[in-house]
């Protein structure tokens, strides 16, 4: 089960961190992601990050969030810094057994989704 939240309102310019809870199951050779939906649009990839450590970004927030994740506390960090409106959606966490680098931004990728939390952004 993946349990996420942090989700808010700022302003634009500020900051947020989302966590991604997993319980139930060991991170232990799973990908973590997060993507995003805005109302009216489809579900979006935002950020990734292997067992190895290695992380992924969509090019819209490269530079301003950072995944993390803690294999101890079976938790998965998402920092988002200079928060624009076009941010504002539901972020859903998720986990993959098997994600590979040309697939790691499908949704189809993943085998598990947390509720989402939501994040808005006023100008």
């Known amino acids: 089960q993946l349990q996420a939240s942090g989700g808010g309102s700022v302003q634009a310019g500020g900051s947020l961190r989302l966590s991604c809870g997993v319980s139930?199951?060991?991170?232990?050779?799973?990908?973590m992601g997060w993507f995003r939906q805005a109302p009216g649009k489809e579900r979006e990839f935002v950020s990734a990050?292997?067992?190895?450590?290695?992380?992924y970004y969509a090019d819209s927030v490269k530079g301003r969030f950072t995944i993390s994740r803690d294999n101890v506390k079976n938790t998965v960090s998402l920092q988002m810094n200079s928060l624009k409106p076009e941010d504002t959606a539901v972020y859903y966490c998720?986990?993959?057994?098997?994600?590979?680098?040309?697939?790691?931004?499908?949704?189809?990728?993943?085998?598990?989704w947390g509720q989402g939390t939501q994040v808005t952004v006023s100008s």
């Open positions: 990050i292997k067992w190895s450590s290695e992380t």
């Open positions: 139930g199951r060991s991170l232990r050779r799973t990908t």
């Open positions: 998720a986990a993959s057994g098997g994600a590979i680098q040309s697939t790691i931004s499908l949704m189809n990728t993943y085998d598990y």
